[in-house]
């Protein structure tokens, strides 16, 4: 699993949908680029395991802060899962956008790049 990024990630604060499996779960995105982003969601502990296995597709739907609603279709590159007492799952992925629509790249070129 290659983890280098072409493009930098620009942190974000973006409420999201997961639609994975049959199921549609809701998650915050924190960071994005035009080809990739994290995402964090909650779960029941039975769902995680099958429904994102590393190189599965799933569909992320958000909303950007200019009111364009894009659908993403992604490749999930690698998972974190963390259970939380007494029946959830914290759900960590990181993603490949497949298909990037010209409103995110547009988005992503008006956040700025963080100070290093």
Known sequence: MDINRVYERMIVN?????????????????NISIDGLYIQFITGPTKSSKDFLPISRVKIRFQLPSGEKVDLICEIRWIN????????????????????????????????????
Not at 82 to 93: I, K, M, Q, T
């Open 14 to 30: 973006l409420e999201a949908e997961v639609l994975a499996g049959g199921h549609t779960y809701k998650g915050t995105i924190e």
């Open 81 to 116: 899962i963390y259970a939380e007492p007494p029946d959830s799952v914290v759900n960590h992925l990181g993603m490949q956008i497949i298909d990037s629509p010209k409103g995110l790249k547009d988005f992503v070129d008006t956040l700025q790049m963080p100070s290093e």
